[in-house]
């Protein structure tokens, strides 16, 4: 995991123009989670080539970057872990994503019809709640700094790491009793501040409704989007 940052104000370079180097600001309406809570920490999956497309799928991002408002939540998960389980902190591997790679991830499943492939990427015609900084992927590290065992790995497409089956595979011993509570923690965790955890996957976790992320959020549709460059003289 990538350690955590300080807190200052996020300035990313940007190309040079006349030999002078531009200055990229993050977007006014987002935050790097880290400057909200440093003990949470990054494994940004899609910055690098392990991920389920074998490819980089971000060029510009590095950090997670969430809504102000839904990064302050997961502040106080963060906080209210670390007074249960000392030492423990949250993980997170993927949390703003623009439309763009939205847009990748939904065309490398076309072997799947569109109703299975949506149970594990949202349509990009429909938008994702990452595509608004109002949702994310992420785990729990022990103590240690070891992630906890979930019985399935992240972007695992399997029923096995479907919420909605833990128990059928509990009964059938493909899950053990600590794998289903490491589940659990990371969901009373989450839903203590109102995140709301997809069916399908035990590492989402969204941040409200889609309609309403769509009333009160914006849509940022490329990387781009994500930063300003101030105008050079």
């Known amino acids: 995991p990538q350690k955590s940052a300080e807190k200052s104000a996020l300035v990313v370079p940007t190309k040079k123009k006349d030999g002078q180097a531009l200055d990229a600001k993050l977007h006014p309406d987002l935050v790097d989670i880290q400057q909200s809570h440093s003990q949470i920490q990054i494994e940004l999956k899609y910055t690098t080539s392990a991920n389920f497309l074998g490819e980089k799928l971000y060029s510009k991002i590095d950090k997670a970057y969430l809504q102000k408002d839904v990064a302050a939540r997961l502040a106080r998960v963060q906080k209210a872990l670390q007074q249960t389980h000392p030492g423990y ?3 997170i591997y993927d949390a703003l994503r623009p439309v763009t790679v939205q847009q990748k ?5 076309d072997s799947l019809r569109p109703v299975e492939r949506a149970k594990f990427v949202s349509n990009p015609k429909n938008l994702s709640l990452h595509n ?7 785990t729990i590290l022990d103590a240690k700094g070891n992630p906890l065992d ?16 833990e128990d059928s595979f509990l009964r059938t011993g493909q899950l053990t009793p600590l794998q289903v509570q490491n589940r659990k923690l990371l969901r009373s965790a989450m839903q203590a501040q109102g995140f709301r955890q997809l069916p399908t996957e035990w590492w989402h976790y969204n941040a409200c409704s889609r309609e309403e992320a769509k009333s009160i959020y914006k849509v940022f549709y490329t990387e781009n989007d994500i930063f300003t460059t101030p105008t050079s003289n």
């Open 132 to 138: 608004m900084g109002a949702a994310l992927d992420l």
């Open 150 to 165: 979930m019985g399935a790995d992240f972007d695992d497409i399997r029923h096995i790491a479907y919420p909605i089956y």
């Open 105 to 109: 991830m939904w065309d490398a499943l």
């Open 89 to 91: 902190q949250l993980l």
